[in-house]
């Protein structure tokens, strides 16, 4: 008789989102004449660039013929799309990474979750609270975070960094020392961004303790600030402790489209063994690589005028997240974050938790946005708005909560 993998049944189920769905659905059966606006989601809205666009196009041409047909990929993807990471993400910033370090793959969701498994069960894992969810249940799906504390919402053996308006929702050095310490900035939930030098002492701390920082950069293209990096390799000696996470989801609207990669430096090893190897050995046996018309779409991101396209694009959320985040402050709420990210971080108002501050904001207002708490208790008594909607419904929305006169 088979059995499962035991481990998933620790998962303690992530009610979040299907909950909101639940509450906006019920209310919008009840009143229908309500028009609820969404600003829970963290997905785009804006549609694919032209010039992404007509690259697709154009590859798919190109897979409807003999001649310029496309079979699998090489294992680690296509050198124009690796080149071209390699050129504008990095060479570009000043940092030494080489096309030969970088992994495509569909997406930073799918690497987030699967980078652990080239690492030993009994590693020790550091995590923010709140804390973007993926990173922690993958490795509770893998058997390495000990047993779960329903009360307090913390798994045994997982060591938690509190962000805290007290630290500019940035973490703490932890006191325990981590072999894994994921890093994600600027960040999702609370849209918080780290300076070049405090992101050097974790660079520094890592190399020191001998951990791996695994460095989430999904949202790279919304820094606005000079000090804050854009990659974890503009920080002296991070070739040796990390492994830096990317996604063309939230720069380029592929959420839907699939694409993102992984770096791994060559000088990043345990022993003689290089993670890099390890990777590509999982990469070789365990996928076979983005699609070649998307792997296509992304090359045209790097160009003149996707790059022209894409910019106007991040700034029209961004204009979202400036309107919020004034909004809002206008109105009297405590804000942080949507300054070089699409969201926006507020304190609920009158010492109301998170889930309280739903139901008001859903029944008084029609604006649906998502409880901190989801992200982890540290998130109680905060509230996270995106900048993803469309302009005239993010207006509408602020302009419903100024109303409402808190
Ligand atoms: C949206 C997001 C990603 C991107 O995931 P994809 O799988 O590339 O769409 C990665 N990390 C964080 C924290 C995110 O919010």
Redesign the pocket.
């Given at each position: 008789m088979f059995k499962l993998n035991e481990n998933y049944l620790k998962l303690p189920g992530s009610y979040l989102f299907s909950t909101i769905g639940k509450k906006v659905n019920a209310y919008s059966a009840a009143h229908p004449d309500k028009k609820v606006i969404r600003l829970g989601i963290?997905d785009v809205t804006q549609p694919l660039a032209p010039v992404i666009v007509e690259a697709m196009h154009k590859a798919v041409d190109e897979m409807g013929k003999a001649e310029t047909f496309h079979g699998y990929a090489p294992e680690l993807g296509y050198e124009f799309l690796r080149n071209a990471i390699a050129e504008n993400d990095y060479k570009a910033r000043g940092c030494s990474i080489t096309a030969d370090e970088i992994f495509i793959s569909?997406?930073?969701?799918?690497?987030?979750s699967n980078i652990q498994e080239i690492f030993s069960l009994d590693n020790r894992i550091a995590v923010c609270d709140p804390v973007?969810p993926?990173y922690v249940d993958s490795n509770v799906m893998a058997g390495r975070t000990g047993t779960y504390n329903k009360e307090q919402e913390t798994w045994s053996d997982v060591i938690y960094m509190p962000c805290t308006a007290d630290n500019d929702f940035t973490p703490e050095l932890p006191e325990e020392v981590p072999d894994l310490i994921y890093l994600?900035f600027p960040?999702?939930p609370t849209g918080s961004a780290i300076t070049k030098a405090r992101l050097q002492e974790w660079v520094d701390y890592a190399n020191k303790v001998g951990a791996v920082i695994l460095y989430?950069a999904?949202?790279e293209a919304y820094i606005s600030e000079a000090d804050v990096p854009h990659s974890i390799y503009e920080c002296e000696g991070a070739r040796t402790c990390a492994i830096e996470?990317r996604?063309?989801?939230?720069n380029a609207g592929?959420?839907g489209v699939?694409?993102?990669f992984t770096v791994i430096p060559k000088e990043l090893k345990c022993g003689e063994t290089m993670l890099h190897s390890l990777w590509a050995r999982r990469h070789g046996t365990k996928y076979n690589g983005a699609p070649y018309i998307v792997q296509r779409a992304g090359e045209a991101v790097y160009s003149q005028e996707g790059r022209e396209q894409l910019k106007e694009q991040v700034a029209y959320y961004m204009k979202n997240a400036s309107y919020i985040y004034n909004g809002l402050k206008e109105a009297g709420y405590t804000v942080s974050g949507g300054v070089n990210a699409p969201y926006i971080w507020l304190k609920t108002p009158k010492g109301m938790s998170g889930w309280e501050f739903f139901d008001y904001l859903l029944e008084q207002a029609n604006v649906v946005g998502t409880p901190g708490s989801g992200f982890g208790p540290n998130g109680e008594g905060y509230f996270r708005l995106t900048a993803f909607g469309t302009y005239e419904n993010t207006v509408e929305a602020v302009n419903r909560i100024k109303a409402l006169r808190m």
């Amino acid at each position: 008789m088979f059995k499962l993998n035991e481990n998933y049944l620790k998962l303690p189920g992530s009610y979040l989102f299907s909950t909101i769905g639940k509450k906006v659905n019920a209310y919008s059966a009840a009143h229908p004449d309500k028009k609820v606006i969404r600003l829970g989601i963290g997905d785009v809205t804006q549609p694919l660039a032209p010039v992404i666009v007509e690259a697709m196009h154009k590859a798919v041409d190109e897979m409807g013929k003999a001649e310029t047909f496309h079979g699998y990929a090489p294992e680690l993807g296509y050198e124009f799309l690796r080149n071209a990471i390699a050129e504008n993400d990095y060479k570009a910033r000043g940092c030494s990474i080489t096309a030969d370090e970088i992994f495509i793959s569909d997406g930073a969701k799918c690497d987030s979750s699967n980078i652990q498994e080239i690492f030993s069960l009994d590693n020790r894992i550091a995590v923010c609270d709140p804390v973007y969810p993926v990173y922690v249940d993958s490795n509770v799906m893998a058997g390495r975070t000990g047993t779960y504390n329903k009360e307090q919402e913390t798994w045994s053996d997982v060591i938690y960094m509190p962000c805290t308006a007290d630290n500019d929702f940035t973490p703490e050095l932890p006191e325990e020392v981590p072999d894994l310490i994921y890093l994600c900035f600027p960040n999702n939930p609370t849209g918080s961004a780290i300076t070049k030098a405090r992101l050097q002492e974790w660079v520094d701390y890592a190399n020191k303790v001998g951990a791996v920082i695994l460095y989430d950069a999904a949202y790279e293209a919304y820094i606005s600030e000079a000090d804050v990096p854009h990659s974890i390799y503009e920080c002296e000696g991070a070739r040796t402790c990390a492994i830096e996470l990317r996604s063309f989801s939230k720069n380029a609207g592929f959420t839907g489209v699939r694409l993102g990669f992984t770096v791994i430096p060559k000088e990043l090893k345990c022993g003689e063994t290089m993670l890099h190897s390890l990777w590509a050995r999982r990469h070789g046996t365990k996928y076979n690589g983005a699609p070649y018309i998307v792997q296509r779409a992304g090359e045209a991101v790097y160009s003149q005028e996707g790059r022209e396209q894409l910019k106007e694009q991040v700034a029209y959320y961004m204009k979202n997240a400036s309107y919020i985040y004034n909004g809002l402050k206008e109105a009297g709420y405590t804000v942080s974050g949507g300054v070089n990210a699409p969201y926006i971080w507020l304190k609920t108002p009158k010492g109301m938790s998170g889930w309280e501050f739903f139901d008001y904001l859903l029944e008084q207002a029609n604006v649906v946005g998502t409880p901190g708490s989801g992200f982890g208790p540290n998130g109680e008594g905060y509230f996270r708005l995106t900048a993803f909607g469309t302009y005239e419904n993010t207006v509408e929305a602020v302009n419903r909560i100024k109303a409402l006169r808190m």
